[in-house]
């Protein structure tokens, strides 16, 4: 890693496993272009891409290659190599083992190094793109592009076009039923430009919301439907809570709070932080339920959870 960062070899697309970089960092950076845009009354046409299976196809050849081209050579690149290859798999079922296979592509999951060859190994993708911004965290890729004329659509195409000639060459493989369009539109008062958009000779599905890295982007850049969902899942949360843990003290309470309500609600509200009054009533109404569950007061004046939980 310090080899990597000393030459300033991972893309600059890359959020994923790095060093003070993060889902919240992509979204951020993300959303605040995307917003730019808007502010421009620009329309941005975002393609959500899905590998499959993308951790598993890595081939080790052509891994090796690439790490040999990065400069992880001599003794580091056989140790590598040592780890990745002779590994066999089998499948068991009902005690019957099928026959040990060998393992040719993948790296394994669950390690240190692992995450760190997948990003060396997609590194490059985004150098096929040549119209439009390739947004990477880990495998999750968002290709989006300003739509201002007739023209820009058939650019994005032109790069997913690309996008498909790189995984092609390098035996990776989106998954089209897995991949949508979102057309974020600055204002309803501004036609749309409409186009389709095709991968692997599919159409791909437009939706008007799609979730990006946990985040629910809409077609508006709104944050209410986040905040719906938000507030729902941390119900459903509290819910569990009151049933499982109601004869547990007010500090055991404050604990499940911590580790299972709060993450939830803050989980990149750098990025959505509401301004609507509605939106914050919304979360200030799913935190006074959970400060009564944890303090087991349930009447109207309930002290609110503070950051220290109590």
């Given at each position: 890693?310090?080899?990597?960062?000393?030459?300033?070899?991972?893309?600059e697309?890359?959020?994923?496993?790095?060093k003070?970089?993060?889902?919240?960092?992509?979204?951020?950076?993300?959303?605040?272009?995307?917003?730019?845009?808007?502010?421009?009354?620009?329309?941005?046409?975002?393609?959500?891409?899905?590998?499959?299976?993308?951790?598993?196809?890595?081939?080790?050849?052509?891994?090796?290659?690439?790490l040999?081209?990065?400069?992880?050579?001599?003794?580091?690149?056989?140790?590598?190599?040592?780890?990745?290859?002779?590994?066999?798999?089998?499948?068991?079922?009902?005690?019957?083992?099928?026959?040990?296979?060998?393992?040719?592509?993948?790296?394994?999951?669950?390690?240190?190094?692992?995450p760190?060859?997948?990003?060396?190994?997609?590194?490059?993708?985004?150098?096929?793109?040549?119209?439009?911004?390739?947004?990477l965290?880990?495998?999750?890729?968002?290709?989006?592009?300003?739509?201002?004329?007739?023209?820009?659509?058939?650019?994005?195409?032109?790069?997913?076009?690309?996008?498909?000639?790189?995984?092609?060459?390098?035996?990776?493989?989106?998954?089209?039923?897995?991949?949508?369009i979102?057309?974020?539109?600055?204002?309803?008062?501004?036609?749309?430009?409409?186009?389709?958009?095709?991968?692997?000779?599919?159409?791909?599905?437009?939706?008007?919301?799609?979730?990006?890295?946990?985040?629910?982007?809409?077609e508006?850049?709104?944050?209410?439907?986040?905040?719906?969902?938000?507030?729902?899942?941390?119900?459903?949360?509290?819910?569990?809570l009151?049933?499982?843990?109601?004869?547990?003290?007010?500090?055991?309470?404050?604990?499940?709070?911590?580790?299972?309500?709060?993450?939830?609600?803050?989980?990149?509200?750098?990025?959505?932080?509401?301004?609507?009054?509605?939106?914050?009533?919304?979360?200030?109404?799913?935190?006074?339920?959970?400060?009564?569950?944890?303090?087991?007061?349930?009447?109207?004046?309930?002290?609110?959870?503070?950051?220290?939980g109590?």
């Amino acid at each position: 890693m310090n080899h990597l960062d000393t030459h300033k070899i991972l893309t600059e697309a890359q959020h994923g496993f790095r060093k003070f970089r993060s889902c919240e960092t992509q979204l951020i950076e993300t959303v605040h272009d995307i917003a730019k845009n808007l502010a421009s009354e620009d329309q941005v046409d975002a393609i959500l891409l899905d590998f499959s299976k993308a951790f598993d196809k890595v081939p080790h050849q052509r891994l090796f290659h690439k790490l040999d081209h990065y400069g992880v050579r001599n003794n580091t690149l056989k140790r590598i190599c040592s780890f990745l290859t002779g590994r066999t798999q089998q499948v068991v079922l009902e005690g019957v083992h099928s026959s040990a296979g060998p393992v040719t592509s993948g790296v394994p999951q669950g390690t240190v190094l692992g995450p760190l060859l997948f990003l060396l190994y997609i590194n490059d993708m985004p150098e096929a793109v040549k119209h439009s911004k390739l947004k990477l965290f880990a495998d999750d890729s968002l290709l989006y592009k300003k739509v201002t004329k007739q023209q820009d659509p058939l650019l994005l195409q032109e790069d997913l076009n690309a996008l498909q000639n790189w995984e092609q060459k390098w035996h990776m493989e989106f998954n089209p039923s897995k991949c949508n369009i979102i057309r974020i539109l600055p204002s309803k008062n501004k036609p749309p430009i409409l186009s389709t958009y095709h991968l692997h000779g599919q159409t791909l599905e437009t939706t008007k919301e799609s979730k990006y890295l946990g985040v629910t982007i809409t077609e508006n850049l709104s944050w209410t439907n986040h905040i719906k969902n938000v507030t729902a899942k941390v119900n459903r949360t509290v819910g569990f809570l009151r049933r499982n843990f109601k004869e547990c003290t007010t500090k055991v309470k404050s604990a499940t709070y911590t580790t299972m309500v709060r993450p939830t609600l803050e989980y990149a509200s750098t990025v959505w932080d509401p301004h609507q009054e509605n939106d914050k009533q919304a979360l200030e109404m799913v935190q006074r339920r959970a400060a009564r569950y944890a303090h087991n007061n349930y009447f109207e004046k309930t002290p609110r959870m503070g950051n220290s939980g109590k």
